[in-house]
C-alpha cells in the first residue's frame, strides 16, 4: 500500500462560511484535551455554529450528535469545501514572556504509515480512554474535525522558498484565539508547488508532536474500514489524516513545561517523603510559592519542585551525582534517564509514592498543567495533595527520544501554542487523494 499511495495529498477542506456562521473567532476551538466543563459551556453560548459541537460534543450521544452537526452544516452551507483540493500555509504569532513569535506549518493530507516502518514516529506514550472517545467521534463524523501535528527536518531549500512566497500571499482566512494567537491560512493550490512539498517530504522522518491519540485512532479507523471494505481500490480518504506539518528548527518553535497535579497521594508516602526521596535527591526547603518557581527557574534541567499537602514549606529536589542517577534509572534507555519528567516518573512518583506506570495511563489520579501557579494552589487550596513542578525538555530532546526508539510517559510535551480547532476540516469520505 505504502508504495502505490502518495505521501502527500492536497484536499478540499471544509470551512466555515462566516457570512453565514459569524466571525471566525466566534467559531474556533482548542483540542479537545483543554476544553473542561466550563469552556465547553462558554464555547457553546458564544456561537451556535462554533467547532466544539463537533469537537466535544455535550449531548447525551456526543459521538451521534455531532455526526449530524456535521451533516446539516454542510448541508446548510455552514461549512463549505473550498474551491479546489489544496494544501494549506498556515502560521500562529503569538507573544511569550515578551517575546514575539510566528511558527509556520503546512497542512496536508499525510498518508497513515505505521510506526514500526520508521517514516512516522511517536515520542510519548497514550492513554486508552482518550483514543476510545476519538475512535467514536472519528467513526461517526467521517472527518478530521482537527489537525494533527508533525515535525520534519529543515534543510530542503525548494520548500523552504514556497513556504517562503506563500507567506506573502493574501489570507484566505484570519482569526485571533482567546490566548491573542494570531492564526492565519493560505491555500498552496498550483500543481507544480504541490508537486515541491510532494517531493520533500515524500521520505522524510515525521515525528509527531501533538495528536497521539488522534494518529493512533486513524491507524485503528483506517484498520477497521480496509477490513469491513475490502474490495475499495486505490487510496480513500480514510488512508490519510489532516496533519500540520512544521520544521524542527522553525523559529516559532515553542515547548512549555507539563506539570503534574496528584489528586490522590499515600498520606504515609507523604509523611515520610523526605526520608524516601533523600536516597536519590538532595532536598532543599523552600518559604513559599513565588520563591519556589524563581529557584527552578534558575535552577535549569534536572531539579524537581514539589508541593505537598499539610506543609507550608516547599521543597527543590536536585539529584545527588549523575553517577547515582544513571545507576537508579538504569531500567530506561539512556536517551529517557536525563529528563525532568523521567526522574520524576522514575524516581518520585514509583520509588517514593508507588505510583505506577499502568495506574498512571489508566488515568483519574494526575492532572497536567503548564500553569505552575495553578498546579501549586490545587495543593494550599486542598484539592490536591501535591503538585510536581519540572522544566521542560527541548526540541532535541524529544528528537533523541524517537530516534531511539523510545517513547515518553504520557503528557511529556506541551508544543505552545495548540494548533487551532475549527479552521479547516479533512472529510474522509470525500474523494481520496487526488492528482495535482
Not at 471566525?24 to 479537545?32: G, N, R, S
Not at 494533527?148 to 489570507?171: K, Q, S, T, W
Not at 507550608?312 to 549523575?322: D, K, V
Not at 501557579?373 to 526540541?395: C, H, I, N, Q, Y
Request: glycine share 8%.
Amino acid at each position: 500500500m505504502v508504495e502505490e499511495f502518495p505521501r502527500i495529498a492536497p484536499f478540499a477542506a471544509l470551512t466555515f462560511d462566516c457570512t453565514r456562521a459569524g466571525r471566525l473567532e466566534t467559531l474556533i476551538a482548542p483540542p479537545y484535551d483543554l476544553i473542561d466543563g466550563a469552556r465547553q459551556n462558554a464555547l457553546y453560548a458564544r456561537n451556535p455554529y462554533n467547532i466544539v459541537r463537533l469537537e466535544l460534543n455535550r449531548e447525551a450521544d456526543p459521538y451521534a450528535a455531532a455526526a449530524a452537526t456535521l451533516a446539516k452544516w454542510r448541508a446548510d452551507g455552514i461549512l463549505r469545501p473550498t474551491p479546489r483540493p489544496a494544501i494549506y500555509h498556515y502560521t500562529q504569532s503569538f507573544e511569550l514572556d515578551g517575546r514575539r513569535y510566528t511558527r509556520t506549518g503546512l497542512v496536508v493530507r499525510m498518508r497513515l504509515d505505521d510506526f514500526s516502518g520508521g517514516l512516522i514516529l511517536p515520542h510519548e506514550r497514550t492513554f486508552p480512554k482518550a483514543k476510545e472517545d476519538r475512535l467514536r467521534l472519528l467513526a461517526a463524523t467521517r472527518a478530521n474535525v482537527s489537525p494533527i501535528f508533525g515535525l520534519y527536518p529543515a534543510g530542503d531549500a525548494a520548500l523552504e522558498a514556497l513556504l517562503a512566497n506563500a507567506a506573502r500571499r493574501e489570507p484566505l482566512f484570519a482569526a485571533t484565539d482567546d490566548l491573542g494567537v494570531r492564526n492565519e491560512v493560505r491555500a498552496i493550490g498550483d500543481p507544480a508547488e504541490i508537486e515541491t512539498a510532494r517531493r520533500a517530504l515524500a521520505a522524510v522522518r515525521i515525528l509527531i508532536a501533538d495528536g497521539h491519540h488522534r494518529y493512533e485512532t486513524a491507524l485503528e479507523y483506517r484498520r477497521r474500514r480496509r477490513a469491513a471494505e475490502p474490495a475499495l481500490a486505490g487510496p480513500r480518504g480514510f488512508d490519510y489524516v489532516m496533519m500540520t506539518l512544521v520544521r524542527f528548527d522553525d523559529p516559532g518553535l515553542v515547548i512549555l513545561p507539563t506539570h503534574r497535579v496528584a489528586r490522590r497521594l499515600d498520606a504515609a508516602a507523604i509523611a515520610a517523603f523526605d526520608e524516601r526521596a533523600g536516597a536519590c535527591f538532595a532536598i532543599e526547603k523552600v518559604a513559599n510559592a513565588e520563591a519556589l518557581r524563581l529557584a527552578l527557574g534558575a535552577a535549569g534541567r534536572g531539579v524537581l519542585g514539589v508541593a505537598l499537602r499539610g506543609d507550608r514549606e516547599f521543597r527543590l529536589l536536585r539529584p545527588r551525582n549523575q553517577a547515582a542517577l544513571g545507576a537508579a534509572l538504569a531500567d530506561l534507555p539512556p536517551a529517557l534517564r536525563e529528563l525532568d519528567v523521567s526522574i520524576l516518573h522514575a524516581l518520585v512518583f514509583d520509588r517514593v509514592f508507588g505510583l505506577k506506570a499502568d495506574a498512571i495511563r489508566a488515568g483519574g489520579n494526575l492532572e497536567y498543567t503548564i500553569d505552575a501557579r495553578a498546579a501549586l494552589e490545587a495543593v494550599a487550596s486542598g484539592a490536591a495533595d501535591g503538585a510536581f513542578l519540572m522544566a521542560a525538555p527541548t526540541v532535541g530532546d524529544v528528537e533523541g527520544v524517537c530516534a531511539s526508539g523510545a517513547t515518553m510517559p504520557e503528557k511529556s510535551t506541551y508544543f505552545f501554542p495548540k494548533l487551532a480547532t475549527g479552521l479547516l476540516l479533512n472529510p474522509l469520505d470525500d474523494d481520496g487523494p487526488r492528482a495535482a
